[in-house]
């Protein structure tokens, strides 16, 4: 399947990959907006700081078109927080934009393979 | 949903987010605080690292999807957080636009209430106006005689009633005090015509105009205040001018006809016209009616028109004599006929007051250009977070609408104001003024002003920006050189357009500045200083024609015994007063068939009345009170009439006969006098031919009194009343006033447009100077850098004063030019209202030209002088 989507916008590709961050993240729990940013600054090794002005916009547009789905829960600290957990349209988009990252990565993989090769011979 | 519910339900979604955020900037500061951070810290560091909480929360809220309603309410909630922000932006541009809509409304509720508005009446439209017209040697329309209108309405089929009527003053009398009261006498199908019954009682039936029937309908005021409402009053006889006339009838509250005469308090049947030995309504001679009609339904106002035009042909074969000339018929909706002459003043205005509102347009889309470089960076974030151009296209035009909105509520008041103004100065002949008011047409008309001047100044700026190219609005951090160059071009324009239209202004208002300037230094033919004036109306049961010469002959001894009193006379019709008693003649010795006989104005005088009013006597000599009925009959005549009848001729002892008599038939008079011409009918209207009779030859009930005082000569209108009293208290005095207000009211109404134009091309000189200073301003800021480089390398002061001022001037220049062109296709709209000045005046031009030059330079001069004023080392740190 040709993708159609249109990666021109570094934006664009920056939103696609935190869905997929934070989507996969759901697949280990249920989790309030902190603890998603935690977990992926965490198992990235601090490598990537999700921005808030993003991770938000994000997780409520993800409620909107059901792949996540969102309660109030009282925390460990006692905190009144907004869980979100993934719903099967979640795991069915996690699967789709997995697909489509690894696709990318190949893509990619194979571009910066063929532009490294010459310098091989 | 319904739209408020969704509303509700996002007032909870908000408080969520709120606590959801707030959650997370607390669990962020814990984390610190348990890595060893103070609590302050821990805090402060978390909220830097979140970001602009408040932009987070509005990109994320834009996720949810929006209800319109809610997106409106939002984005109008950002747009006035936005003006609060800037007031001193907000307050200028809310001002102008105040000013702008303000002008609009105050002008369109003159025009609404008055040309408008419909008549008051059942299928108003359907009433028309038929005057005849007089086709040689000018087309004017004239008015009808009785036998006319009788021919005109038993052969018309076109409507359903027709009806005469013509004006006619009375003295009240039996009642104390008497008063003079203005009515119309109307054939029987008046009320038909109009299609309202009285209140009370009945209209006229046929047999009204029979001789001997004497009924009247009273108007409502009058029956409140001289009968006290007395719901008795009906089948009553009341006294007018010393004769009984049965009320039959009193006329709903607020009934007026003619809608365009203030002050009608009774309508009479036509009968008095039937009476007498030479009845009105049997002679062709006679022209004093005013008809309307009621178009039948189905039938065309064209159809009308041809049809009475027809009849009026057939007469003019069948009657040569009288109706020759008079061959066709005008035909008009009476709406037209009463606001004929003022269509064209008010739409000039209304035209005016919206090039006030498009300069004003013009002025804030400069100021929102202006401001929308300081925003540059905003956008482009918001952009950049996913708000599309179309997104923030939308919320820019909020913002416009807002502005207008506020604006247009402020103009509102702005036109109440303004209203209560222009009723003050306005010249009190405009038919209908008193309809000027707000009524929901008008609040309509200004919500839908404000709503398109919203998106006309708004659109652009809005286009603009909306098409910001992000990484270059974001590189240049705000300050908009680049972006800037294309901006400054776009207001470039603007100011142009605003020149351009301000030079049209200006000119339109030189014009008729000019014309009345030119109006008021024409000599009205008399000396208007010092001189007051009173009429008064004799009841003609009670004074016969010998009674009515020795009161007239009592009273101006007394005026003229009075301290301070020069000299008195009398005199009808007073000149500027508005009555024209036109009168054919015929010359001695030069028979010519009846329908050649020449016609000149009638004025009736007591001897003394050219010294009085300053009239020269060219030749001859003044009336003396030998000139009595048992003296040869005498006539003086104007100038005018010399020298159109007489050229080269010595007139003294020449004889010519005026188709007027009291009893019997007319007399042929010798002219004994030559006077200089009077501006009898305006001062703008060129003197007709004119004789003078003397009052003890032909008496009259109606005489105006006329005299001049050493000082102050509203002293004498003061006494005016006690004198006539001590006569006759049954006699009324009225239109008490001095020379000097009829000539001030003749040109009431030129001065009023001249005024109006004027005082907007005011407003929109000063709004222009304010946009092209704006642009100067704008455009030596972006260049300080540029300027400040070129003083280094050795530019003067000087250099730079001339270069920004030499910019300004050529925007001006342009515009100016523009405008000019413009004008010159404008003013011939304005040719019906000006005098002795062509619309393509070439001082006025130049004027205008030379007058926004003017402004310019004082508006480039300024940023001009500042720029000079840079100090180069802050100026390139500033950067």
């Known amino acids: ?121 | 949903m319904n739209p408020f519910a969704r509303l509700f339900g996002r007032r909870r979604r908000e408080r969520e987010l709120d606590e959801e955020i707030a959650a997370h900037l607390r669990m962020a500061g814990e984390e610190r605080t348990a890595g060893g951070a103070s609590a302050e810290d821990a805090a402060r560091s978390a909220a830097r690292e979140f970001g602009n909480v408040g932009l987070v929360k509005e990109v994320t809220r834009e996720q949810w999807g929006w209800s319109t309603l809610a997106e409106i309410l939002r984005d109008a909630r950002y747009g006035l957080r936005l003006l609060r922000r800037s007031p001193g932006f907000t307050a200028v541009a809310v001002a102008v636009l105040a000013l702008g809509i303000g002008a609009n409304t105050a002008i369109f509720s003159v025009v609404n209430g008055v040309l408008l508005r419909p008549l008051p009446f059942p299928d108003s439209e359907r009433i028309l106006s038929l005057r005849p017209l007089v086709t040689r040697p000018v087309r004017s329309p004239a008015a009808a005689s009785y036998p006319d209108f009788f021919d005109w309405r038993a052969q018309s089929r076109s409507f359903t009633a027709m009806a005469s009527r013509r004006g006619v003053g009375m003295t009240l009398t039996g009642v104390t005090p008497s008063a003079y009261v203005r009515g119309q006498v109307v054939s029987s199908e008046f009320f038909l015509v109009l299609g309202v019954a009285p209140a009370l009682g009945r209209g006229f039936v046929p047999g009204d105009d029979a001789p001997g029937t004497h009924v009247v309908v009273l108007s409502h005021g009058l029956w409140q205040s001289r009968f006290g409402g007395d719901p008795g009053i009906l089948g009553r006889a009341i006294g007018l001018d010393g004769h009984d006339y049965t009320v039959v009838g009193v006329a709903a509250a607020g009934f007026q006809f003619p809608v365009d005469e203030d002050g009608v308090e009774f309508w009479m049947s036509a009968s008095m016209d039937a009476e007498g030995e030479k009845p009105w309504t049997s002679n062709r001679d006679l022209t004093a009616l005013d008809v309307i009609g009621r178009l039948k339904p189905g039938v065309s106002l064209a159809a009308a028109r041809a049809e009475m035009i027809g009849i009026a042909k057939r007469l003019a074969r069948q009657y040569p004599d009288t109706d020759r000339d008079r061959d066709e018929v005008l035909v008009i909706p009476e709406l037209d006929r009463v606001v004929g002459d003022v269509r064209t003043p008010l739409l000039v205005l209304l035209g005016a007051v919206g090039c006030v509102l498009l300069i004003a347009c013009a002025n804030v889309a400069n100021l929102l250009l202006a401001r929308a470089t300081a925003r540059h960076r905003e956008l482009a974030l918001r952009t950049a977070l996913g708000a599309g151009g179309r997104r923030v296209l939308r919320q820019l035009l909020t913002e416009s609408l807002i502005l207008a909105l506020v604006g247009g509520a402020a103009g509102l008041l702005l036109a109440l104001a303004g209203q209560r103004l222009l009723l003050q100065f306005s010249p009190g002949r405009i038919p209908r003024l008193e309809h000027a008011g707000l009524d929901p047409r008008i609040l309509v008309v200004t919500l839908g002003v404000a709503l398109v001047t919203g998106i006309l100044f708004g659109i652009a700026p809005a286009l603009r920006l909306s098409r910001t190219d992000l990484s270059q609005a974001l590189k240049e951090g705000g300050r908009g050189s680049e972006g800037g160059a294309g901006h400054n071009r776009f207001r470039s324009m603007l100011v142009i357009a605003e020149t351009a239209i301000a030079v049209v202004l200006l000119t339109g208002a030189g014009l008729l500045v000019e014309s009345f300037r030119k109006l008021q230094s024409v000599d009205p033919g008399f000396s208007a200083r010092d001189v007051a004036t009173f009429h008064t109306s004799l009841p003609e049961a009670k004074y016969d024609e010998a009674r009515q010469v020795r009161f007239y002959d009592d009273l101006l001894d007394r005026v003229r015994s009075r301290e301070g009193v020069r000299s008195a006379a009398a005199i009808f019709p007073i000149p500027l007063g508005d009555s024209h008693i036109g009168i054919t003649f015929t010359i001695e010795g030069r028979p010519v068939p009846k329908a050649d006989e020449p016609s000149a104005q009638y004025r009736q005088v007591s001897p003394g009345y050219f010294e009085t009013m300053g009239i020269p006597l060219l030749s001859g000599r003044d009336f003396t009170d030998r000139d009595d009925t048992k003296a040869p009959p005498v006539i003086i005549v104007n100038e005018a009439l010399v020298r159109t009848y007489f050229p080269g001729e010595n007139v003294l002892g020449r004889r010519i006969r005026p188709g007027v008599a009291r009893d019997g038939e007319p007399k042929t008079r010798e002219i004994v006098g030559v006077v200089g011409n009077v501006r009898h009918r305006g001062l703008g209207v060129e003197e007709s031919p004119e004789y003078y009779i003397p009052y003890r030859q032909l008496s009259i009930a109606d005489m105006t009194v006329v005299a001049r005082t050493d000082a102050d000569p509203r002293v004498l209108a003061n006494d005016a009343r006690a004198i006539v009293a001590s006569l006759d208290p049954d006699v009324p005095v009225f239109r008490v006033r001095t020379l000097r207000d009829y000539v001030f009211a003749s040109i009431a109404q030129p001065r009023f447009n001249a005024l109006l134009l004027s005082l907007f091309a005011g407003v929109a000189l000063v709004l222009t100077g304010i946009g092209l200073y704006g642009v100067l301003a704008y455009a030596v800021a972006v260049r300080t850098r540029e300027i400040v480089i070129r003083m280094a390398l050795g530019a003067r002061r000087g250099d730079i004063l001339a270069m920004v001022v030499r910019r300004g001037l050529a925007l001006a220049a342009t515009g100016v030019v523009i405008g000019l062109a413009a004008a010159l296709l404008v003013t011939r709209l304005l040719r019906a209202l000006l005098f002795h000045v062509a619309p393509s005046d070439p001082a006025t031009f130049a004027g205008a030209g030379l007058l926004l030059g003017a402004v310019a330079l004082l508006a480039s001069f300024v940023p001009a002088y500042r720029a000079t004023r840079f100090e180069p080392m802050q100026a390139l740190r500033g950067e």
């Open chain 1, 1 to 121: 399947m040709p993708d159609r989507e249109p990666y021109k916008n570094p934006i664009e590709l920056l939103q696609g990959t935190l869905d997929l961050l934070v989507l996969q993240t759901l697949t280990w729990g249920p989790q309030h907006g902190y603890g998603i940013a935690s977990a992926i600054r965490a198992g990235s090794r601090d490598a990537l700081q999700v921005d808030t002005g993003s991770l938000y916009p994000a997780l409520h547009r993800l409620e909107r078109e059901g792949a996540v789905a969102a309660e109030w829960k009282v925390s460990e600290n006692k905190q009144r927080v907004r869980v979100y957990r993934l719903t099967a349209a979640g795991r069915r988009k996690l699967t789709l934009e997995r697909s489509r990252w690894d696709r990318l990565r190949e893509a990619m993989a194979g571009i910066l393979d063929a532009a490294a090769r010459p310098s091989e011979a």
